[in-house]
């Protein structure tokens, strides 16, 4: 009998959409090495509010450690109901039109694997949350990329997304403000997207997880307060960016109650529901106080300037970014590819930084530069990369 390596064994059995789900799967790099400063983070450097922390010990102390409904509890539905109303005009009914999800990765997972069959498409506007890509790849649909640019700020033109529609598009994915470019999706161009969708027949998923990260009197829409579109459109959400809780993993999907049912089993499949305590959190994050965010929201914005000051002086150019926290940077000038440029600051100037590269070809020279990086850290940085452009072009020249 051979023995076979472990290694061997592995690659033997792997299956096809595993294969296909790692090209591109980033190493963790948390591991934090003295010196390096990190420009590209996706995980807010503020700490959770500490009424927030208090309710999940009170979840303890009160024993609420068994599962919870599957769709999750009924104060926290109701609460994401309230919520859905007063800010994003939303009508949801919280006892069919909630279900509360492990993150909203998770709820980007039950839509997948709900709506998608091998070989069907869903459509996203590039560049996009590499992550999309892996959840269609494992229900082993394709997602199909539609192109924006950094001249416009990466606004999403309906006619990119009708040249891309096939007999097996079955949804769309709009992501606003995005991750990874800062772009808002200015409203026109939301309705545009919306008359598609209805004329094609198309589900539209609206990622709003950086919803409440808008600068210089950005508005945010919800595509589902759209009334075409509030019979066919899946949101998202969750509490890790804006309540600072990446590590409760709490997050949440609304939707008409045939998508809700559709889609239960599926999350039942996967965690039968959402961590309870870190539900009691949630519900203490949007039934607490909400000024405080104000702040936090004043000193990302000091941040975001400082960022666009920086690629000013450099002159380097970007989409210029409206929302969320990251900024979307053309490294082109330097003669660097992104991944190259990315390898060099890290190796030469001790500064981490994500290229665009696995998104596509198109993307190769962009990184991604984060405002989630405390002030001065970030005024650091920046003068490495600052001097590292200047060392690039001097090299090419
Ligand atoms: N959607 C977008 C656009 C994101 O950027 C992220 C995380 O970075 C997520 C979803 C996942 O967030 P969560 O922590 O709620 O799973």
Wanted: with cysteine; proline share 6%.
């Amino acid at each position: 009998m051979t023995h076979l390596t472990h290694t061997t064994l592995v690659e033997r059995m792997l299956s096809h959409r595993a294969r296909e789900v790692r090209q591109g799967f980033p190493r963790q790099t948390s591991i934090p090495m003295s010196g390096m400063i990190t420009l590209s983070t996706g995980t807010p450097d503020f700490p959770t509010p500490a009424h927030i922390i208090d309710a999940a010990k009170r979840a303890l102390d009160d024993r609420h450690t068994t599962y919870t409904e599957w769709v999750g509890i009924p104060e926290l539905r109701r609460a994401i109901a309230d919520k859905l109303a007063r800010d994003n005009h939303l009508t949801i009914t919280p006892d069919t039109g909630v279900l509360v999800t492990t993150g909203t990765q998770e709820a980007i997972q039950v839509i997948c694997k709900t709506f998608l069959d091998p070989g069907d498409e869903i459509l996203i506007h590039a560049p996009y949350y590499d992550e999309y890509r892996r959840d269609a790849l494992i229900a082993g649909a394709r997602l199909i990329p539609v192109p924006t640019g950094e001249a416009d700020n990466f606004a999403v033109d309906a006619k990119e997304i009708a040249a891309r529609i096939t007999a097996r598009t079955k949804a769309l994915i709009v992501i606003s403000p995005s991750n990874p470019t800062g772009a808002v999706q200015p409203r026109a161009a939301l309705e545009r997207i919306a008359a598609l969708a209805v004329e094609r027949d198309l589900i539209v998923v609206a990622d709003e997880i950086y919803e409440k990260f808008v600068y210089e009197g950005t508005r945010h829409h919800s595509l589902a307060s759209f009334p075409m579109l509030s019979d066919r459109t899946i949101t998202i959400n969750g509490f890790s960016k804006h309540y600072s809780m990446t590590g409760f993993r709490i997050g949440y999907i609304a939707a008409p109650p045939d998508f809700i049912q559709a889609m239960l089993p599926v999350k039942h499949g996967m965690t039968i529901c959402a961590p309870s305590i870190s539900q009691w959190a949630a519900l203490a994050a949007l039934t607490g106080p909400q000024e405080w965010f104000e702040e936090v929201l004043a000193e990302y914005d000091r941040r975001r300037r400082l960022w666009m000051d920086a690629l000013n002086g450099m002159g380097l150019t970007y989409g210029h970014p409206q929302g969320a926290y990251y900024l979307y940077v053309n490294v082109s000038s330097t003669g660097l590819t992104g991944p190259e440029f990315a390898r060099r600051l890290r190796e030469d100037y001790r500064v981490i930084i994500g290229s665009g590269g696995s998104i596509g070809p198109e993307w190769e020279t962009y990184v991604r530069g984060s405002l989630a990086v405390p002030f001065e850290s970030l005024r650091a940085g920046l003068e490495r990369v600052a001097e590292a452009v200047t060392r690039f072009r001097q090299a090419r020249a």
